[in-house]
């Protein structure tokens, strides 16, 4: 088992940045990538991005050029850094843990952390 807690949400303006910290425990060696989704209100769930245990990265259209994944090994800590901000990416983000092959495969779940932009 992989327990993920986030952290890092909040209220921002448009245009605003944030930068939200998911802290992995439990079996890593388990995992070969690390992931976020968000869900919008009335919405389904959406991938925003993962990055696999090489370094490779993969971002949904909507985000790529304003949000940047990263993570730190040594600390077992994912990051998705968002900038620009819009209304449009307020949500629930989830971090996951899985399995890259060809396509990002989540096994574990976060309990999530709410981002609001307005103003």
């Known amino acids: 088992q992989v327990q993920l807690v986030e952290s890092g949400g909040g209220l921002v303006q448009p245009g605003g940045s944030l930068r939200l910290s998911c802290a992995a425990s439990?079996?890593?060696?388990?995992?070969?990538?690390m992931g976020w989704y968000r869900q919008a209100p009335g919405k389904q769930r959406e991938l925003v991005a993962w990055?696999?245990?090489?370094?490779?990265?993969n971002y949904a259209d909507s985000v790529k050029g304003r949000f940047t994944i990263s993570k730190n090994n040594a600390k077992n800590t994912l990051y998705l850094q968002m900038d620009s901000l819009q209304p449009e990416d307020t949500g629930i983000y989830y971090c996951?843990?899985?399995?890259?092959?060809?396509?990002?495969?989540?096994?574990?779940w976060g309990q999530g952390t709410q981002v609001t932009v307005s103003s």
């Open positions: 996951n843990a899985g399995r890259v092959g060809g396509a990002w495969f989540p096994d574990y």
């Open positions: 439990g079996s890593i060696s388990t995992i070969n990538g």
């Open positions: 990055i696999a245990s090489d370094g490779v990265t």
